[in-house]
Antibody
Framework: EVQMVESGGDLVPPGGSLRLSCAASGFTVSNYFMAWVRQAPGKGLEWVSILYTSGYTYYSDSVRGRFTVSRDNSKNTLFLQMNNVRADDTAVYYC??????????????WGQGTLVTVSS | DIQLTQSPSFLSASVGDRVAITCRASQGISTYLAWYQQKPGKAPKLLVYVASTLQSGVPSRFSGSGSGTEFTLTISGLQPEDFATYYCQHFLSYPITFGQGTRLESK
């Protein structure tokens, strides 16, 4: 069974850092595109980043230069390093397995999400 | 960036009804479109990809259609478990974007 479990969400002050983890089971992270999607409280879905099997990455304009996506193949885990966070980064962050092309992807399995709250 | 506009934003319907949700893209996206269902407090669930391909395990009362700039998600014979929020998402190119969502509630 495909499963992803996110962790690492917390209350963090503006300008702080946080690392989210997504532990996968039932499939091998390095064999799939893997992504992060977030949802601010009461709002819609917003794509954040994606990591291709090749190692290539894409980021949304709102997080580029501040967030970094990576994976640890030995742990079958995806990460999102969040630096210089802002109040508008407050959201539930979902890890998602993705499929698609070199230019775009959709998300066929999702974790349960982890809440990041940016506040002083 | 490609903008996706869903209509309606809110829909009230009854069990057994046939409902349709539209997603319009600001430019042509061929069939690079997916639909998701999300229930309160839960992660989204993929329903349809490449505009009309049903994800494995999704009931056949769900169907997707369209290409270019206009797409439709249809639910034929609403069931109680279908009341949720639905999102479209394009994957033609980065940045990936989602529609604003359509909230389907019980009349």
């Amino acid at each position: 069974e495909v499963q992803m479990v996110e962790s690492g969400g917390d209350l963090v002050p503006p300008g702080g850092s946080l690392r989210l983890s997504c532990a996968a089971s039932g499939f091998t992270v390095s064999n799939y595109f893997m992504a992060w999607v977030r949802q601010a409280p009461g709002k819609g879905l917003e794509w954040v980043s994606i990591l291709y099997t090749s190692g290539y990455t894409y980021y949304s304009d709102s997080v580029r230069g501040r967030f970094t996506v990576s994976r640890d193949n030995s742990k079958n885990t995806l990460f999102l390093q969040m630096n210089n966070v802002r109040a508008d980064d407050t959201a539930v962050y979902y890890c998602a397995r993705a499929a698609g092309t070199d230019y775009g992807a959709y998300f066929d399995s999702w974790g349960q999400g982890t809440l990041v709250t940016v506040s002083s | 960036d490609i903008q996706l506009t869903q209509s309606p934003s809110f829909l009230s319907a009854s069990v057994g009804d046939r409902v349709a949700i539209t997603c319009r893209a600001s430019q042509g996206i061929s069939t690079y479109l997916a639909w998701y269902q999300q229930k309160p407090g839960k992660a989204p669930k993929l329903l349809v990809y490449v505009a009309s391909t049903l994800q494995s395990g999704v009931p056949s009362r769900f169907s997707g259609s369209g290409s270019g700039t206009e797409f439709t998600l249809t639910i034929s014979g609403l069931q109680p478990e279908d009341f949720a929020t639905y999102y479209c998402q394009h994957f033609l190119s980065y940045p990936i974007t989602f529609g604003q969502g359509t909230r389907l509630e019980s009349k």
